[in-house]
């Protein structure tokens, strides 16, 4: 694996990314290259590099897992944004990165986003045509999210609250920072919560996969963006390149299982596979081997007959 720093032209910082090569890579030939996004208040040392990027790899493609702006070891000011309209310029700053690597085929890029990183995916694909075949794992619209359970389905009032806070900040108050998750799964059961999204991502984030680089939160005075932003906006006109769409069986509060059957119905590709992994949450579909398992017994394939 080697880690790399991507500049970010538009804002004057870096992105950090690892790229992983495949078995016998050799520098003077060309392979097929896949972007690796991480989830939303993640970062490339999670699902995005060391589950789905480490087995694409070693099926023998490049892989490039980054951090986007503002989180992980990517540069940008204040920490914490996430503001869809700076994340997807992330990806097309990579795609510019990987066509300048000798031992990358600049016509056999391809991308792969989990959780809201897959709604960034998919709305980045549709005018980014140097992107050539799409995957979404257990993929999230976060404007849809933000319209609605992130801001109590009041994004009027959350708005409203935002600008207030966006004030309070220019006029030198103390930012306020959201945590997506609890602190603990004891945290999360003492407060009632019973959602299996909320509680999937505690177990993840706070036990089994631990990570200083993960952010899990966001400056609640940057989301307006977010709020009025919609991933799968113009997909039966723009989105037409070979998708597959995996998610869980067993449908939870952030929303994927429902974003992933919509997203699949509007998409204009004229190829494209619906895969629902039976008895499984949003989060097995991050780390746990059966179900990790059976999303790459059809993604490998798919990005070999579209990348080759």
Known sequence: ??????????????????????????????????ISAHPIGSCKEQTSGNVYG?????AGFVVIAFDRSTQGASGGEPRYIEDPA???????????????????????????????GGGYAINVTMTERRIKALASITGVNFGRLCREGFSGYDPIAALDAMGKQRTAEAR???????????????????AGITDVDVLGATDYYRNRCANDGAGTRALFSHRATAVGWDAFHLA?????????????E???G?????????????????????VVVK?????????????VGEALEKLIPFFKTHLG
């Open 1 to 34: 694996m080697q880690t790399v720093s991507i500049r970010n032209a538009d804002m004057y910082w870096d992105i950090a990314a690892d790229i992983q090569f495949p078995p016998g890579f050799d520098d003077k030939k060309t392979y097929p290259a896949i």
């Open 54 to 58: 480490k087995a694409l790899a070693e």
């Open 86 to 116: 700076l994340a997807v310029e992330d990806f097309r700053h990579v795609v510019d990165y990987l066509t300048t690597l000798p031992y990358v085929d600049a016509e056999r890029i391809g991308v792969l986003g989990i959780c809201g």
């Open 172 to 190: 030198g108050g103390k930012a306020q920072t959201d945590m997506f998750v609890p602190a603990s799964l004891k945290e999360a059961q003492q």
């Open 236 to 248: 039966e006109t723009l989105l037409t390149a070979p998708m597959i769409v995996v998610m869980g």
């Open 250 to 252: 067993q449908p939870g």
């Open 254 to 274: 952030f929303g994927a299982y429902r974003d992933g059957q919509e997203i699949y119905g509007r998409a204009a590709s004229k190829h494209k596979e619906l």
């Open 279 to 291: 008895g499984t949450t949003h989060y097995e579909l991050y780390d746990q081997p059966g179900p």
